[in-house]
């Protein structure tokens, strides 16, 4: 069976989930590994047997003959990473968001088409059980013309710490970190239209609360007392799209309110809602109001979503299956995460073309 031979980018926790999705798969082969910071290069290669460790990916990509590159560094590391692997000829995974800003995105897929390589987004919620579940309403007809959705991804005290709210090395807070996993869910399940405009608000009100004696929800790993916070902590955006389309995101670090992840959409015929309790659909049957709940426990075609994202990105490397979460998803997504801070900054509604 031939093996997808991948060099790991960054050994940090994201690159110890997705080590753990590649080891349940029989065609990979982990053969090296990188980071800048040597303790956790050490730690991540030791728990997995990788013997190949460079300081850096250079190093990597020069003494190393790899087919794919799984990028799990920085925000503001993603486009070199990316590009100078896929400059190496190499297939590359990159997590979410794709970049730091559209610029650096327009490159990288700029270089996937040079380089005529695979270049997929870490969009990991698009490979949920629950997301498949509510695709196959949505692809069904169930929904019907799907108009309005709710993207909402809010946490009550949960900013990581560490590079994350620290804008040079993360591009910004919850809108780049969370929002984006919403915003590209909802867009999705609409049937990926055309964003055609961005009015958003933003807050650093409430910030880290450091101060606080209970930790809810999150608990920050790498969280140091003197760790920078220039991010937001909470905005709200309304992101409209052609053909009348809208989507409400919100999303926080620090709020005083619910700690919740939901995904709505409004349909002509019908609407889903996926939240910590599971799915409902909101439809008419026999000229009733009527609330369904699927039964979607044991899904036969649901697997851990990094499992399945991993699973993915190998078969569209090594067999060029279409790829479910491409590079230009990831481009648009980036104009409305920049659209977003940018009208929060100015005050106005953000056009885009
Ligand atoms: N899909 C998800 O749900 C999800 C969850 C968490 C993080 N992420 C994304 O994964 C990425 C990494 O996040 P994390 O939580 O693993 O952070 P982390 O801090 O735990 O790990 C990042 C690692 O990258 C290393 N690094 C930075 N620049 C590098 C470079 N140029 N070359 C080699 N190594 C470099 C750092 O030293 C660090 O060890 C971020 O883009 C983040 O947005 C995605």
């Known amino acids: ?68 590159a799984d990028v799990c560094v920085w925000n503001c590391n993603h ?23 559209v610029k650096e995105a327009e490159e990288m897929l700029e270089a996937s088409k040079r380089n005529n390589k695979l270049l997929m987004i870490g ?7 629950e997301s498949g579940i509510a695709k196959d309403f949505v692809d069904n007809g169930y929904l019907g013309d799907i108009y309005y959705s709710k ?26 970190d969370l929002g984006v996993h919403v915003i590209d869910l909802t867009r999705q399940l609409m049937g990926n239209p055309k964003p055609i405009s961005v009015f958003a608000s933003t807050s650093d009100r409430l910030k880290d609360r450091k101060y606080l004696k209970t930790n809810v929800g999150w608990i920050p790993k790498d969280a140091k007392p003197d760790d920078p916070f220039n991010v937001e902590d909470f905005a709200v955006a309304m992101i409209k799209y052609e053909d009348g389309k809208t989507t409400l995101l919100e999303t926080s670090y620090s709020l005083n309110g619910e700690q919740t992840t939901k995904k709505e959409l409004f349909g002509t015929k019908g609407g889903i809602k996926i939240d910590a309790d599971g799915m409902k659909i909101y439809t008419e049957w026999n000229n009733f109001l009527a609330d369904v709940t699927p039964h979607t ?3 036969k075609f649901g697997k851990e979503m990094f499992t399945a994202e991993m699973e993915h990105f190998v078969d569209c490397a090594l067999n060029g299956t279409p790829c479910k979460a491409p590079a ?26």
């Open 1 to 68: 069976m031939k093996k997808l031979r991948i060099g790991m980018v960054g050994a940090g926790n994201i690159a110890n989930v997705h080590l753990n999705a590649y080891q349940t798969l029989d065609n990979v082969e982990i053969a090296a590994i990188c980071d800048i910071n040597a303790e956790r290069l050490n730690e991540t290669a030791d728990l997995f047997n990788i013997e190949k460790k460079y300081a850096t990916e250079a190093e990597m990509l020069a003494n190393e003959q790899l087919d794919a």
């Open 79 to 101: 486009a070199k990473c990316t590009i100078d692997a896929l400059d190496a000829g190499l297939h590359v995974l990159c997590e979410k968001p794709m970049a730091y800003s």
């Open 123 to 129: 969009f990991v919620l698009r490979f949920d059980p």
């Open 151 to 176: 993207a909402t991804y809010l946490r009550r005290h949960g900013s990581p710490g560490g590079w994350f709210s620290n804008k040079e090395l993360s591009g910004g807070g919850p809108v780049i």
């Open 297 to 299: 426990e044991n899904y």
């Open 328 to 353: 230009e998803d990831g481009v648009v997504i980036m104009k409305i995460l920049e659209a977003i801070y940018e009208s929060a900054r100015t005050g106005h509604e953000v056009l885009l073309k």
